[in-house]
């Protein structure tokens, strides 16, 4: 790392990870925005990209009507206050006191979220991601308030063995988020990802996860939404996407003993009166975020 405080983001799913950051950062700056994440700023500031990423609206030359750093950031803050709101849900209303958070990339909940006394958070993601991220937050003198651990790990491997060292207990119901990671997985390992986290999840735990629909079609990747990727932030998004046919995740949970939705972007939009907007023809019309709670539990063999 560059002085202690920087990394090269270049390339991959790594890179995906910072336009996230500067998305919540845009969103941070809005009078009316949905979030606030103080730091993902320095996240974007601190690090080194192929192209330079905005972190407020000013820095936005097209405004809305640009389809990465506009449409495409209504999304992402759509999404991150949606999550954010499960994971208050599960710990507050219903409460969880354990959650997981798989391909947690840059993501500050444990930091920025209220969480009740005995919540342990559990991010798992990769050292490189992590070494930067405590970097940057240990150059601020940031601590989470949270029992907060990192677990690394490659979602491609035995996570969950990992995560059960770190002090994960299968026994406690448990709060899942696995956010803006699933399109780029292989089918194989989606059904396996899934299907570990559904046999660590007693009755009482729930889930929250995103897909995207016909995400292997021309139509899809090639549409200007990704197009632009390329130019805007020097990776062309729908690239890194696995382009197997993806499975049907949420019915094989439905199977296994959760009671789950399957809902268009376009509901939140609704629900919380701002977000990308229904009727455009592009790959936000075929966003899923799926949300399910463990009622019971069937035989998962």
Known sequence: MDDGTTSRFSAGVALTALLVAAERAIETRRPEGLIE???????????????PLP??????????ADP???????????????????LQDC????????????????????????????????????????AFKQDVL??????????DHQVVADLESNWARRLR?????????TAWVIEGVIPYLPAPVERGLLATVSALSVPGSAIAYEILHAQDTAKIR????????????GVHLSGLFSDDTRPDSARAL?????????????????????????GVDDPIAYARWVLGRRTHRLYEG
């Open 138 to 147: 240990g150059a601020m003198g940031v601590r989470p308030a949270v029992g």
């Open 165 to 173: 060292a770190a002090g994960f207990d299968p026994v406690r119901p």
């Open 222 to 233: 090639e549409n200007s939404l990704y197009g632009q990727t390329k130019q805007k932030m």
């Open 91 to 130: 710990a507050h209303r219903d409460g969880i006191r354990q959650l997981v958070l798989l391909g947690a990339g840059l993501d500050t909940r444990a930091l920025r979220l209220d969480w009740p006394v005995g919540c342990v958070v559990y991010e798992v993601d990769r050292s490189d991601l992590f």
């Open 254 to 278: 439905a199977e296994t003993g959760w009671e789950v939705s399957e809902e268009p972007v376009h509901r939140f939009t609704e629900q919380y009166g701002r977000g990308p907007v229904p």
């Open 55 to 64: 972190v407020s609206p000013d820095e936005v030359e097209g405004g809305a």
């Open 37 to 51: 994440d103080p730091y993902a700023e320095f996240f974007v500031r601190a690090a080194e990209t192929p192209v």
């Open 68 to 86: 990465v750093w506009g449409r495409g950031q209504q999304y992402f803050a759509l999404r991150t206050r949606v999550f954010d709101d499960f």
